[in-house]
């Protein structure tokens, strides 16, 4: 029975062990961006510092070693389950130290976890097991653990429960598997009230975490955004969160800002009316992302529009601003008119498998952040548009900052000539994002700017649309090569472009 109790153990810790790594990884891209830099170092320190530890348990004496393994699930426990909070709060308040106690804390984690394996190997043996079957049944344990935790981790425990409250879950599995070894080895172990007390007062300690990790993580955006949270939430995708200063509503996406209301019209009007004002024919729109709803507000104002589809990956947020009624004054109740046609999906699947065809494209993506996002802005997926436009249609892509990450921009624009448009690229101020940059894209004849609106604006005007698409002396065009999904060039072009921004 001992035997199997130890076997067991060895899948809730390799369980814990994995799910320790995985929130850092996600923690930091979602904090520092870049994913493949961020999960790769922490992978790379993680294994480093589980063979630190493997061969640290070569100095616990065999007569210590089922006191030195409650211990240690104890310390893992506690370290491993307030990690998430501990660095979601230090990003948010005092972000220097960050990166030294992100690996700090993976280190020593991974050195903790290192030893387990090694201890629970050696008790079995001390039991008279043979040394093939010890082998045999704890690696066949701590595989399954990590099986099920990198099943369970992006579908069910990060989306529904958050990384810090997933931590403080985690924490407590370690601390139980320390005190049911303490119940089960009783006869073996000293000093069991001491054990049993310390153990008890680590799971309250992440108890109260657990119970607490709503607050916490409030308290953390609070430090990170500064401005009052009206709603939050996490979803299978992203972290979305809208705050409230005023009379300024503000949208975040995993931190990055998408809009700001008191100056998002510039940027709505910028995108879609040089387009829609060149195509008075036209009737059918696809917007690509956009889940806000804004871009459909304007879209809409023209009369000769009958359909518009608009294909945005994550129900929480056209859910959202559908919804909420500050919200959707916003976006004056697009979302719910009858001409809009919403699908929940992955925009280049979707492509991949309709066959409609559309007049005008409004493609109105987060910022190619990451290598998700970065396919988005690929020679594959700008030729499947391409599919899915009439002769004489107009595409219009959000493409960065020409100014802010020069790079980026003009690689965009590299991709999209690659397959075969033409390209016409624009840029106007917003200033709670400062320059930002456009490409118009058509499968056939040169753009022409509009010379006059036939509806009132807030921003543009002949003038303003002219000087659009004039590029002054510092962000003149670059010779960039295009994206394509091997390589995903543009997401190091963008990561290297704010880098030296922000210093």
């Known amino acids: 029975m001992t035997k199997k109790i130890l076997i067991l153990s060895v899948f809730v810790v390799a369980s814990c062990g994995l799910a320790y790594e995985l929130i850092a990884g996600a923690l930091s891209s979602y904090l520092l961006g870049d994913s493949v830099l961020q999960f790769s170092t922490i992978i790379g320190c993680y294994l480093f510092a589980m063979g630190v530890g493997a061969h640290l348990s070569k100095y616990v004496k065999d007569e210590h070693v089922l006191a030195r393994f409650v211990d240690v699930e104890l310390a893992v426990g506690l370290v491993g389950g307030v990690s998430a909070a501990l660095l979601f709060l230090t990003f948010s308040w005092m972000a220097a130290p960050f990166r030294l106690l992100l690996y700090v804390l993976v280190f020593l ?26 082998v045999s049944r704890v690696l066949t344990f701590d595989y399954l653990g990590a099986l099920a935790v990198s099943l369970l981790f992006p579908l069910v425990l990060a989306p529904y429960l958050g990384l810090v409250r997933t931590g403080f879950l985690f924490g407590m599995l370690n601390i139980g598997v320390a005190l049911w070894t303490i119940h089960v080895f ?48 996490s979803t299978p995708y992203q972290r979305l969160v809208i705050t409230r200063w005023k009379d300024d509503t503000r949208l975040y996406i995993n931190g990055n800002l998408q809009f700001s209301s008191r100056d998002e019209y510039r940027y709505h009007e910028a995108l879609v009316h040089p387009v829609m004002e060149k195509l008075p024919w036209a009737r059918r729109v696809l917007v690509l992302g956009g889940g806000d709803g804004l871009a459909l507000r304007e879209i809409l104002r023209y009369p000769n529009v009958r359909q518009v589809t608009l294909v945005d990956l994550d129900p929480a947020m056209t859910n959202a601003f559908r919804a909420r009624a500050e919200l959707v004054a916003l976006n004056h109740g697009s979302l719910s008119d009858p001409r809009v046609k919403i699908l929940n999906a ?14 005008a494209v409004i493609v109105d993506f987060p910022d190619p952040s990451s290598f998700a996002l970065g396919k988005l802005y690929s020679v594959p997926f700008y030729g499947m548009v391409r599919h899915h436009m009439a002769a004489h249609g107009l595409m219009v892509v959000q493409s960065t900052s020409p100014f802010f990450a020069p790079h980026a921009f003009w690689t965009v624009d590299a991709t999209l000539r690659e397959v075969g448009l033409r390209t016409s690229p624009y840029h106007a101020y917003v200033p709670s994002f400062g320059e930002w940059g456009f490409i118009i894209a058509s499968p056939q004849a040169a753009y022409q700017p509009p010379t006059s609106y036939r509806m009132p604006m807030r921003f543009l005007d002949a003038a303003t649309t002219a000087e659009m698409f004039r590029f002054p002396a510092d962000m003149q065009p670059l010779t960039m090569a295009p994206n394509r999904l091997d390589t995903q060039s543009l997401v190091h072009a963008f990561e290297q472009d704010w880098r030296r921004t922000i210093r």
Not at 110 to 127: D, S
Not at 346 to 359: G, I, R, V, Y
């Open 109 to 134: 984690i991974g050195a903790m976890v290192g030893m387990e394996v090694p201890l629970v190997m050696r008790a079995l043996n001390a039991r008279q097991t043979g040394f093939a079957e010890i």
């Open 186 to 233: 009783r006869a073996e172990l000293g000093n069991l009230a001491g054990r049993t007390l310390r153990a008890c007062g680590v799971l309250a300690v992440l108890a109260f975490g657990f119970a607490s990790a709503d607050r916490m993580t409030h308290f953390g955006e609070h430090g990170l955004f500064g401005d009052e949270i009206v709603y939050a939430t």
């Open 346 to 359: 992955d925009a280049a699947q979707w492509l991949e498998h309709t066959a409609e065809m559309f007049d």
